[in-house]
Antibody, heavy 121, light 108 residues
Framework: EVQVLESGGGLVQPGGALRLSCAASGFTFSTYAIGWVRQAPGKGLEWISSISGSGSNIDYADSVKGRFTISRDNSKNMVYLQMNSLRAEDTALYYC??????????????WGQGTLVIVSS | DIQMTQSPSSLSASVGDRVTITCRASRSISTYLNWYQQKPGKAPKLLIYVVSTLQSGVPSRFSGSGSETEFTLTISGVQPEDSGTYYCQQSFTTPPVTFGQGTKLEIK
């Protein structure tokens, strides 16, 4: 059974940093891209970053480029999202999601339950 | 960036009704269009990918159609458990992956 589980959220002050983790199991982890999608309270879905199975291809939304860094450790079946220079508008529930196919398709078929990030003083 | 626009933003339906949600792309995305369902307090769930292919386990009352810039999600015979918010998403030109703003479906 495919499982995806996020952790690392919490309350952080503006300008602060946080690292989110995504643990995955139930599939050949190194073969699949993983994406991060966030949802601000009461709002819609916003894609923020994806990383290919090998880690060689990485993309970011403009809203986080230069502040967030995605990485993965295929030996541990983990993906990370390092978030620096956090702003109030980064407050959201952050989801980690698995790509549907082994080649990146940007279609997410398994999602975690999310980890909440609150940026506030 | 490709903008995705859904209509309506919300709708109310009775059990057994046929419901249609429309998604328009700001330019052609071929057939790279996916639909997700999100229930309150839950993660999104992939319903349909590449316009019309049902994800495993999704009831056959859900269907999708369209191409280029206009797409529809249809629920034929809506059930109480279909309440939630539906999002379209394009995967044709990335980055960025873009989602529609969502359509909230209420079952009367």
């Amino acid at each position: 059974e495919v499982q995806v589980l996020e952790s690392g959220g919490g309350l952080v002050q503006p300008g602060g940093a946080l690292r989110l983790s995504c643990a995955a199991s139930g599939f050949t982890f190194s073969t699949y891209a993983i994406g991060w999608v966030r949802q601000a309270p009461g709002k819609g879905l916003e894609w923020i970053s994806s990383i290919s199975g090998s880690g060689s291809n990485i993309d970011y939304a403009d809203s986080v480029k230069g502040r967030f860094t995605i990485s993965r450790d295929n030996s541990k079946n983990m993906v990370y999202l390092q978030m620096n220079s956090l702003r109030a508008e980064d407050t959201a529930l952050y989801y980690c999601a698995k790509d549907r196919v082994a080649a990146t398709s940007d279609t997410f078929d398994h999602w975690g339950q999310g980890t909440l990030v609150i940026v506030s003083s | 960036d490709i903008q995705m626009t859904q209509s309506p933003s919300s709708l109310s339906a009775s059990v057994g009704d046929r419901v249609t949600i429309t998604c328009r792309a700001s330019r052609s995305i071929s057939t790279y269009l996916n639909w997700y369902q999100q229930k309150p307090g839950k993660a999104p769930k992939l319903l349909i990918y590449v316009v019309s292919t049902l994800q495993s386990g999704v009831p056959s009352r859900f269907s999708g159609s369209g191409s280029e810039t206009e797409f529809t999600l249809t629920i034929s015979g809506v059930q109480p458990e279909d309440s939630g918010t539906y999002y379209c998403q394009q995967s044709f030109t990335t980055p960025p992956v873009t989602f529609g703003q969502g359509t909230k479906l209420e079952i009367k």
